[in-house]
Every structure is written in C-alpha cells, then in structure tokens.
C-alpha cells in the first residue's frame, strides 16, 4: 500500500521561529510536492522536486525554501515563522508524467 | 498558465439523487484533469483522471465525470448520492506538455442529506 507521511499532524510555533515540515514517501516517486490548503482558497503550490537537489518555484514559494537531499523525502522549511503561514499543509509524490498525486495526511501549523 | 474554477462553494443533495459537482479549466495545451475527494481530517485521496481516450471515465466509489472539450468542462457526477460521500471535493488540471504540477480549484463541499 502507498504510503505518504509527513512528520506531524499538528504544530504550534512562534513568531520568528524557524520551522521544518518533514514529508516522506516510500513509493519511489521522482516527483514530490507541498501545497497549503486554506478555506475558499484550495491547494496552492509553493515548491516541487523532480529529482534529489532538483527544486522549482510553485505559485507562493515566499518565505518558504525546500530540501531534497535523498529521494524518499521532502523538506519544507518556513525561515522566520509569521502569523500569516498558519495553514494546513500538504505533502504529495506522483511518478514522472502520471500527474495522478499520492498525499500525506497534512500538518495543520499554527503561528502565534 | 493554467487555472481551474469549481463555481460552487457548497453542493447539496437528497441521497439517492444525482449529483453534479461542476469544474471549468484552462490550459494551452492538452489537459490532463483530476478529481480529488477529502474526507474530515484526512488528506486528499485520487477520484479519477482524464488524460486521453473516451470523455465519459469512471473512477472510484461509483464517481464518474464527463470531459468536454469545446466547453472546457469536467464535470463530476454519480447517478445515486450516498450519505457517506459528503465531502470536500477538488478538481485539478495539468497541462499534457508544461508544467508537471497540478493546479488544484477552491474545492467544492458536497453535503448529501439522508
């Protein structure tokens, strides 16, 4: 069975705070992805990888980078935590060209 | 660019009817279209897709959807509502020769009353 997790289902971080979102697939897919999901607004992309230390800009990457060291996981690194990233995010993998995602069960990251 | 649009926040429906949950899209090239369900507190689990070949597909959980090309349409459907398929639902649209990430609509929450 396919298989998407993500390092927390629920965080609670400061201000200013620097702070890592861990995702990792075990389906050996080149393609993984983080989106965020807020209401009215649906997913939006803010990075993707194609390959291990291959990255690409999503639609709202600011204040936001990405790590992709090994193939099997997906960093999401939030530089300066703000009140306005306090979101639900989502992890995904897909195999090159299938477009068809597999997503993890979301963190939902509170910023105070 | 691409971008879909789901027109309707909230969908509501007698189980047992037909239910319609719309979807319009724009690409420059090919589409490759998606729908995605989310259930309460769950990620996103993959309905269907439409990449190539007959316009009407079927997916999972009795869904199917109708791809139309000269409305730019891709409309979700099931001929009989279950109480259980009450949740959010997104379509997504790639295109065929671009960019390899999918762009997700707003979603649409499907609530099916007994």
């Known amino acids: 069975d396919v298989k998407v997790t993500q390092s927390s289902r629920y965080l609670v971080k400061r201000t200013g705070e620097k702070v890592f979102l861990e995702c990792v697939q075990d389906m050996d897919h080149e393609n993984m992805f983080w989106y965020r999901q807020d209401p009215g607004l649906g997913l939006r992309l803010i990075y993707f990888?194609?390959?291990?230390?291959?990255?690409e800009k999503g639609d709202i990457p600011e204040g936001y980078s990405v790590s992709r060291e090994k193939k099997e996981r997906f960093s999401l690194i939030l530089e300066s935590a703000s009140t306005n990233q306090t979101s639900m995010y989502l992890c995904?993998?897909?195999?090159?060209?299938?477009?068809?995602?597999?997503f993890g069960p979301g963190t939902r990251l509170t910023v105070t | 660019a691409q971008s879909v649009a789901q027109p309707e926040d909230q969908v509501n429906v007698a189980e047992g009817n037909p239910l319609t949950v719309k979807c319009t899209y724009s690409v420059s090239g090919n589409p490759y279209l998606f729908w995605y369900v989310q259930y309460p507190n769950r990620g996103l689990q993959f309905l269907l897709k439409y990449i190539t070949g007959d316009n009407l597909v079927k997916g999972s959980y009795g869904f199917e959807a109708e791809f139309n090309k000269s409305q730019t349409s891709f409309h979700l459907k099931k001929p009989s509502a279950l109480v259980s398929d009450s949740a959010l639902y997104f379509c997504a649209v790639r295109d065929g020769g671009g960019r390899r990430a999918l762009t997700f609509g707003s979603g649409t929450r499907l609530q099916v009353q007994p």
């Open positions: 995904a993998s897909s195999r090159p060209g299938s477009g068809e995602q597999y």
């Open positions: 990888s194609y390959d291990v230390k291959m990255k």
